[in-house]
Every structure is written in C-alpha cells, then in structure tokens.
C-alpha cells in the first residue's frame, strides 16, 4: 500500500488535480491533505466518494484545513491535539490496517508556518511543536505502528534548503524548529525519505516566485516519519514533482510512502 501526503493550497482550486492525481496512482490508499481552506459544510465529500473514497475532514474558512482520503474507513478518528487548546484545524488522526494485518495509526498534521523568528506566530509554533511532542509520545504507546505526516513547516538541516548559507536561521530553517524536529525522531520516528537514496537537491516545496521550480530553488518541508515498528515495512519513499508542473498548481508536492508485508525468514 502507498501513502500520500500534499498540501494542495486550496482544495476547491485543486480538487480536479487531486482527483486525477489518485487516478493515476491507484496504489495510494491513504492521501493526507493539508490547506484545504475549507468549512465542513462546503468539502466536496460526494466528488470524492464518487471517486470511489472514504474521506475525514476537518476545517474551517480560508485558513488551514486537513483531510485523510482512503479506501479504508479509518477509526479512531481525533481532530487536533488532545489537552492543546487550539481553535486551527490543523491535525487530523485515524487508525487504519496495514499490510501486516496490525492496526496502523495515521496523523496527518499541518505544522504552523511561526512566520519569522521573534514573533508571537513563531512563539505559538514552538508550544504547538512541545504539545505534539507530548501527545505522540502517549500515542506511540497506544499505536506502535505509527505515520507522522504533512507540512512540517521545518526542514531538517542545509540538504533540505536550495540556498543554505542565505536562508540560515530564517523560518523553516532555525536551530530552534530543527531541534524540535529532532526532538520527534528521539521519540522512535524516521524520515522515510532518507531511509532510500534520493537524487541530490531533492525538494518538496517551491515559491510561485522568481521562477523556484524552473530553478528548483525549493524546500523539503514535507516529510513522512515512520515510526519503529513500522520502519520494517517501509520499501520506498518519493517525491512526486509532477503535479508541480500542473497549471495552476499548488506551490507543495506530493510525498509517497510504499510500505509491503516483509518477506518471511
């Protein structure tokens, strides 16, 4: 099974693009949305349930806004940060099955951007980064089988940044937001990208402007960690640049986790 996670900056502009997207990749049986802007009341739930879906969302007007689309009716399912009062739309957990036959646990998070260093927006980051952590490490404990997946917002050192030296200790960059992302992988979790070679300046994320994408002037602020017991299971892990190349398309693009059932021994 392939697990997905995009954040399609607007649903109601990408929805076409995320319909033909699972089209083309069948195999994905969990794809994780984050910024979908969108208010319960006008997801576009039939349009996915004619696609052949199950669909949990979670979000509200013009900011925001996180979706799990599976075959699998997911179970479980826990809308924020349990104990974090916090009025964004940004997690969204559901318990599925995973190859093995074991319950796989999925959250799909929209990490707060912080804005820039020094401000109440980064300040608000850093406490909804030490709420997760707390709440993922009782988590892990409930569900050894765990995903981890979204806009992280944070990269995790100078290969995930296309300028390094000019972007150092600017948002997404910051010794403070590495180490809290550190601080995640020190619970059991692992960047299932890197647990695969990847071809060099490998980006998730490029700005509409000066032409990023053409100059692969990017990001990797999109990850997907797996957690311990689940790491045996994971066989590949990639970026999908294509649905960058769309017109119109989001300024994200989609990472894909392969997992499959271990061969016997």
């Not at 619970?187 to 060099?200: A, C, K, M, W």
């Not at 490998?202 to 990850?223: E, L, T, V």
Request: net charge negative.
């Amino acid at each position: 099974m392939q697990i997905a996670t995009w954040n399609v900056n607007s649903l109601n502009v990408r929805l076409p693009q995320v319909l033909d997207w699972l089209a083309a990749n069948p195999e994905v049986e969990i794809l994780a949305l984050q910024e979908t802007k969108l208010t319960d009341d006008k997801f576009p739930l039939q349009a996915i349930a004619d696609a052949g879906y199950h669909c949990e969302f979670f979000g509200q007007k013009t900011y925001n806004g996180v979706a799990l689309i599976s075959r699998e009716k997911p179970q479980d399912v826990v809308r924020n940060i349990p104990g974090m009062d916090c009025d964004m739309a940004r997690v969204l957990s559901g318990s599925y099955t995973a190859p093995n036959g074991q319950p796989l646990r999925v959250v799909n998070a929209y990490f707060p951007n912080g804005q820039a260093p020094g401000t109440d927006k980064f300040a608000y980051k850093m406490r909804w980064l030490e709420a997760m952590q707390t709440w993922l490490r009782a988590e892990l404990q409930r569900f050894p089988q765990l995903v981890l997946l979204g806009d992280y917002n944070i990269t995790f050192d100078d290969l995930d940044v296309w300028d390094p030296e000019g972007l150092r200790e600017t948002i997404h960059c910051t010794t403070e937001e590495r180490t809290h992302l550190q601080v995640l992988i020190g619970l059991g979790l692992h960047d299932s990208l890197r647990l695969f070679p990847q071809p060099e300046k490998a980006y998730s994320w490029w700005d509409y402007r000066n032409f990023a994408f053409r100059r692969n002037n990017g990001m990797r602020i999109d990850h997907i960690l797996v957690s311990d017991a689940l790491k045996p299971l994971a066989s590949a892990c990639v970026i999908d640049k294509e649905p960058r190349r769309n017109e119109r398309p989001s300024d994200h693009t989609p990472v894909v986790l392969t997992l499959a059932t271990p061969p016997s021994t």
